[in-house]
């Protein structure tokens, strides 16, 4: 178990040279936006001091801090924590405060060690987490407002959405979203104001992020009352569902009940819709033996990964579309270090977003950089199941996509419209590009999020 030294740390013009330095490859060191790019971890300025404050300087500290946790070396880990607790305040500039986030991950996996006082005074006192916040569906509607991370998706799967379902008489969709259903409404009234015969349309959620932030303070129950009820204004005719699944086990009872519900409407004129947002990447990404419990819902070779058995089975029910959305950043390394950097190279974007539509001290700063502290908690102290932030990079889920027999489509230049449209009610910074089929939501030239639709092959 390692052991702490509960003595002071030394001042930082006395702290000796790293023992174990990681040299950053130069062609990876990235100018970031609004951040000069920093001299090797150590080396002095021309006033002789060193570049603390710059961000590629922070990311060594905490990659040599990562280091000096794993390997067990106490007395160095808890030099850089002290160095890290200093210039990484909870309140200063987005590279601060992003820094401090992993400085608290760092101090919680480092805890789990060992036991030390300095640790825990940090913890208590300097990065302690702020809990996550009920939102209201008033609040968490405006929330989502704010920004178009998830505007973004919204607006380009629904825009795929109403150029296939065009024709039928039922559309059924399958909500796979980390947002509560707050894509739902703008569908419900772009279907209003498209079609002169407005479709059936059923909803089946699942019941699954009750732990993941952002939490809504209203049951999924009492959100569909409040849908059925919106579509009804808008003269939509809707059923909604609620069906308890689990990511965990790739939602296995969900496909199963869409398998036997399948078999019931096939030869009806019914459209379906698979909506993914945001979500799949918490389907555990390893290769398992499957357990007998699934086989029913996933007959696939036992070799497969969750995530490829659930897109399978997903293309074995033959969806009329599958709109897939996520963040386009690689946090599933094993190896502790290449996923700190992999997200402190991604999850500055949202730091340095936030400073552009929210004033300091805010209480909606305060929940929006909550749900952050606890995304980079789960990527940088956990691991096993417990750590569920497994996000792939665009390029991985096409791939996977393929793999399952589907085809990529691509956006139509209305979609791309609309969604420009969109991002002009926004600060300036975020962009828009295609990539192949996709489409890209970019920060700064930066990619963010990806939006992708497919069809059975």
Not at 112 to 131: E, P, V, Y
Not at 438 to 452: E, I, P, Q, R, Y
Request: some cysteine.
């Amino acid at each position: 178990m390692m052991q702490f030294n509960e003595t002071p740390p030394q001042p930082l013009h006395q702290i000796p040279p790293f023992s174990k330095p990681t040299i950053m490859n130069k062609n990876q060191t990235r100018p970031w936006p609004g951040f000069p790019t920093s001299k090797a971890l150590g080396n002095n300025n021309s006033n002789g001091n060193n570049n603390f404050g710059d961000a590629n300087c922070m990311e060594q500290l905490l990659v040599h801090c990562a280091n000096a946790i794993e390997s067990n070396d106490a007395t160095l880990a808890q030099q850089i924590l002290w160095v890290l607790n200093n210039i990484a305040p909870p309140d200063g500039d987005s590279n601060q405060r992003l820094t401090c986030a992993f400085l608290r991950a760092l101090i919680a996996r480092a805890a789990k060690s060992g036991t030390c006082k300095l640790l825990a005074a940090m913890a208590n006192s300097h990065c302690n987490s702020i809990d996550s916040h009920k939102f209201s569906i008033i609040e968490f509607a405006s929330f989502v407002d704010l920004t178009p991370w998830h505007r973004f998706g919204f607006t380009a799967a629904n825009a795929a959405i109403l150029e296939v379902i065009e024709g039928f008489s039922v559309v059924h969709i399958v909500d796979l979203s980390l947002m509560h259903c707050m894509q739902i409404p703008t569908l419900i009234d772009a279907i209003a104001n498209r079609f002169e015969v407005t479709p059936l349309i059923k909803l089946t959620v699942a019941d699954c992020t009750e732990d993941i932030p952002p939490i809504l303070d209203l049951s999924y129950q009492e959100l569909g009352y409040k849908l059925i009820n919106f579509a009804k204004s808008r003269n939509v005719a809707m059923e909604f569902r609620v069906v308890a699944s689990s990511y965990v086990d790739g939602f296995a009872s969900l496909i199963d009940q869409l398998r036997v519900q399948n078999l019931v409407y096939k030869e009806t004129n019914e459209a379906l819709v698979i909506n993914c947002h945001m979500l799949l990447h918490y389907i555990p990404e390893e290769t398992i033996s499957t357990p007998n419990s699934y086989s029913y819902a996933y007959p696939l070779e036992s070799s497969s990964s969750l995530r490829a058995m659930f897109l399978k089975s997903l293309r074995s029910l033959d969806p009329t579309i599958v709109v897939l959305v996520d963040e386009d950043a690689d946090l599933t390394s094993n190896n502790l270090v290449n996923r700190l950097r992999s997200a402190f190279n991604y999850l500055w974007i949202p730091y340095d977003t936030v400073d552009t539509f929210l004033p300091r001290g805010s209480k909606q700063r305060q929940w929006y950089e909550a749900d952050l502290c606890w995304k980079i908690e789960n990527v940088i102290a956990h691991e096993g199941l417990q750590r569920v932030e497994r996000l792939e990079p665009k390029s991985k889920w096409v791939q996977r996509m393929k793999n399952a027999g589907f085809r990529n489509v691509s956006f139509g230049e209305e979609t791309v419209s609309e969604v420009k449209s969109m991002l002009g009610e926004h600060a300036a910074g975020w962009g828009l590009k295609k990539e192949e089929e996709d489409v890209v939501l970019t920060w700064k030239g930066h990619n963010v999020v990806f939006a992708s639709a497919w069809i059975s092959t």
